[in-house]
Every structure is written in C-alpha cells, then in structure tokens.
C-alpha cells in the first residue's frame, strides 16, 4: 500500500510554515515575557538550537527510512517494533492535540469576530472545510495553502517595517539588547522554563517528515525541507519577539502580576505602538492561519495513523488508501473525528485551551527523544557505521538533541507531565493487548 508522491520542495516547505505559523510566537509572548524575565528573543535563539538538533536527526531517518509514520517508524528500525509502538502512541499526543488546539484557537478568534456563533459551531465549521480540503489531497490545494502563507507573511513583514519606524521615531522602551541579555542579566532556570513553552511555536515542522512517502524528489527532499523550514521560522521568531519587546510598555514584572494581559499582549502592543488595523489585521490573519495549521496538522496525524494500521500496530483499516485519490482517507477521517472531539470537549470547558496545550509538548519532546535514540541505534548499533564523521552525525548530534531535551522536558508544568504518564500507561495497556492478539505485528 504506497501513497501517491506529488509533493515537490517547495509544498513541503510550505505546508511546515503553515503548520508552525509565522506569526506563532505572537500569543505567547505576554506568557513568555512574563516567565523568562524579559527575554523572549534569547528563549527562541535556544529553542531554534535544541530544534535544529532535531531537525538534524530528523533529516538522516526521512533519508533512511522515507516512511509517513515518521517517528514511530524511524524508532521501529532503529531501536526495535515494541518501542516503535510507544514512540507512534506518545507522538500521537503532539499529531492529535495540535489540530485540535489550532481548531479551537481558530473558533476562538472567529467567535470574537461574529459572536452570534458559538465558539463550538465556528469549531466544527474549520474542521469540516479544512478535512474537505485534505481529502482532494495537499497537492490540489497548493494555491490555497500558499495565498494563507502569503497573507500571514504579509502582515508580519507590515508590523516589523511599522514597528522598525516607530522605534526610529520615538526610541525604545527597554534597552536595545535587554531581550537577549536581560536587564539584570539572565536566569537560566526561567530561560529553560520559557523554552518549554516556546518549543510549542516550533511543533509542525516535524510533521514534514510524515509527507516523505509522498514526496516526488529525491530522498534527502524531506530533510532539506525540514531543516529550511526550521532557519525560516526562528529568524522570524527572533525578529517579532525583539521588536515586540522594545515596543511593549511593560516590563516582564508586570506581565507577572497582571497575568490577564498575557494572552493579548503583543495584539495590544501592536494596535496602540504601530497601527490599530495592523491589530486587526493580525487576529484575523491568525484565527484564518490557526484552521489551514489545523489542515496540515490533521494530514500527518492521518499519515502517522496510517503508518501503524499498516503494519499492525493500530486497526489495519487505518491503513486503507482511495482508489482514486491514492490517500489514506480512513486515517484522515479518524484524525478528523479526534480533533472535532477534542477541540468542542474543550470549547466546552473553562480554561480549555490551555488544557489541549498542556498535553502537546510532552508526547512531542519524548517523541523527539526517541527519535535521537533511534538515529543511534540504526547507524552506529544496527549498521555499525564507525567512521569519524558518522561518529560526529550520528552519535554525537543525537546524544546533543537528548542533552538539551531532557532539561525541558522536566521543565514543563508537572500536570502536563502526569497526563504524559497517564498516556504512557494506556500505551503499554494497548501494547501488551496487541501483543496478545496479533504478536507478529510486534
């Protein structure tokens, strides 16, 4: 069962972007400003870093292993099925709950712009279209996805030449390099903690990775696009969360204090310091890019579903692909079902947001922990490559990305890390299950 390949560079690049968002950083940065101390552009230069040895690792299994299930494939080669299995169930909480968070983000901003409709309603609406789109296949939707990249890039390239003016104009609020090296220096501890956070801006370029099956050039495409995707994004990281820090009139201590101007904190900077239509134009930009991120989320949490019906991991109808459009359509709707679920449970509830938001980070660091633990395990355990250069590439970049992971790993709030757990034990319930029934499938 082979998926169809019409994917080129270019759509890769493209549907990462989208699935980060350019402008990702914007509804964190009250939050981030307010638990780093006031160094948002430093939180992003390091999680760029931690990122790009994933990405690295990223690149060398897509080459090796040109799989849609991605992790869960890389870590069945390279380590061994059983912790395959896990490595696919814990990265199902990144490929799952992220749509679901960008859906409800979607129907959040919709509803403040039409509140007549329930934030459930506008919900289920981005769902719908955005799964009508994925079943015509990513490749017939390029114009789409590319005018929804533009717009956003767009409007982010008129808040950085408008800020740049006003700060010309009128000077800075903080000094020049406060945000990189703090006002009375910088505490690493607060750094870790607003980098686990800020690694949630990043989640999406991994997903490239899904599309491999899928992708019509050569086999190093998927992890030049990977890692292009990650340069592209961290630049633009930096540069918004800089100018938003030299024109925000609080400091980090007051955002600490006033947590209710966390969330709109950049759109009201924006608004009042540069132009009050570039506010709007942001939100509107944002809610609009949240549904398309959504998409593009919801395509590889559907390839990654894919992947382990396949081999017998999951229900082998997971694996089912349209005769005519050559898509895994049953893992596509799964996908889609989880998120409507998902999403509306938490439309429902206070604080439902944060919740979804909670659970993301953590199946996506450990994913991403084991996937360095695969690279080692498939070139210099399994393939016993022994040269200077695969030492260097294939011991050493891992044994970095591990390094610098598990620090923020045990960063992140310890709900989030509970309901990790708790999504483990379900895990090894199912695995031990499936191993009773189907034990070659392991």
Not at 268 to 292: E, H, Q, R, T, Y
Request: charge should be positive.
């Amino acid at each position: 069962m082979a998926l169809a390949r019409s994917l080129r560079m270019r759509d890769l690049v493209i549907m990462g972007l989208l699935f980060i968002g350019p402008a990702a950083p914007v509804g964190l940065f009250g939050t981030l400003d307010a638990t780093s101390g006031g160094v948002v552009p430093l939180v992003y230069v390091v999680a760029t870093v931690v990122m790009g040895f994933t990405a690295w690792s990223y690149a060398l299994m897509s080459r090796a292993v040109p799989n849609a299930g991605a992790v869960y494939a890389y870590t069945r080669e390279g380590i061994n099925p059983r912790v395959g299995f896990i490595a696919g169930w814990i990265i199902l909480l990144d490929y799952l709950f992220i749509p679901a968070v960008a859906y409800l983000f979607s129907g959040i901003s919709l509803n403040a712009l039409v509140p007549s409709v329930p934030v459930w309603a506008w919900t289920l609406l981005a769902v719908v279209a955005t799964t009508a789109l994925n079943l015509t296949g990513l490749h017939k939707t390029r114009k789409v996805t590319m005018t929804v990249l533009i717009a956003e890039v767009i409007v982010l390239a008129l808040i950085l030449a408008g800020g740049l003016w006003v700060l010309w104009q009128q000077g800075f609020n903080r000094p020049l390099l406060a945000p990189f090296i703090g006002v009375d220096g910088v505490n690493s501890s607060a750094v870790l903690t607003g980098v686990s956070v800020a690694v949630l801006s990043y989640l999406g370029f991994d997903a490239i990775s899904t599309f491999a099956e899928e992708n019509q050039g050569s086999r190093n495409q998927p992890g030049r696009a990977t890692m292009w995707c990650l340069i592209l994004a961290g630049v633009l990281f930096v540069a918004q969360t800089w100018l938003g820090a030299l024109l925000s009139p609080w400091d980090s201590q007051t955002l600490q204090q006033q947590p209710e101007l966390q969330g709109k904190a950049y759109y009201v900077i924006v608004g009042d310091a540069i132009s009050p239509w570039l506010g709007d134009a942001l939100a509107f930009v944002k809610a609009l890019g949240a549904a398309f991120s959504a998409m593009v989320g919801q395509a590889a949490a559907g390839r990654l579903l894919f992947s382990m019906g396949r081999a017998g991991a999951l229900p082998g109808s997971l694996s089912q692909i349209g005769k005519r459009s050559g898509l895994p359509v049953t893992a596509l709707l799964a996908a889609a079902a989880v998120n409507s679920v998902l999403a509306v449970i938490a439309a429902s509830v206070d604080n439902g947001l944060s919740h979804l938001v909670s659970f993301v980070d953590v199946g996506a660091i450990c994913g991403f922990i084991l996937l360095h633990c695969s690279v080692i395990g498939l070139f210099l355990v399994k393939q016993r490559q022994r040269s200077l250069r695969s030492l260097l590439a294939c011991g050493l970049m891992p044994l970095f990305g591990i390094a610098v992971l598990v620090p923020v790993l045990f960063h992140i709030h310890a709900p989030a890390l509970v309901a990790g757990a708790l999504w483990l034990v379900v895990g090894l319930v199912v695995l031990w299950r499936r191993q009773g029934h189907a034990t070659a499938a392991f």
